[in-house]
């Protein structure tokens, strides 16, 4: 669900769900933690950039897991919502400095992910950021 590069001292991390338009759901945002922790812990990165797979950078949430959400209880969602709270703070907070290579649509809960980087370079033709949910 993520690719991971390392080039000299640039950590890259890219989201890789282009079926899903990057989509987050559990499993894509456990391995974005796992890897910021052992990004973190490696002394030679110097800077993080994170991009996304194909056209999106990332949709927000899994439009299919969003669905299952709706039978949790309110302590499941409850903790589904700070799993995705810590990781967007994990990145606000990361030890080195931040960029989102937005490369297509940052919508919803992708465009909040570029928002907690330190800077976005977004593709002037192919960029878009927006909140659906003020829809």
Not at 85 to 109: R, S
């Amino acid at each position: 669900m993520i690719k991971y590069l390392k080039e000299n001292q640039v950590a890259i991390i890219t989201l890789n769900r282009p079926e899903k338009r990057n989509a987050l759901n559990p499993e894509l945002v456990a391995q974005l933690k796992d890897k910021l922790k052992e990004i973190k812990d490696d002394i030679e990165i110097k800077i993080l950039i994170i991009t996304g797979e194909g056209k999106s950078f990332c949709s927000g949430a899994d439009l299919e897991y969003l669905n299952k959400l709706k039978d949790y209880n309110s302590i499941e969602n409850e903790k589904d919502s700070e799993s995705l709270a810590k990781l967007f703070l994990d990145i606000y907070k990361f030890p080195v400095p931040t960029i989102a290579a937005v490369n297509g649509a940052a919508i919803a809960g992708g465009c909040g992910l570029a928002s907690v980087c330190d800077f976005i370079i977004a593709d002037r033709s192919n960029a878009k950021f927006g909140y659906s949910e003020v829809k």
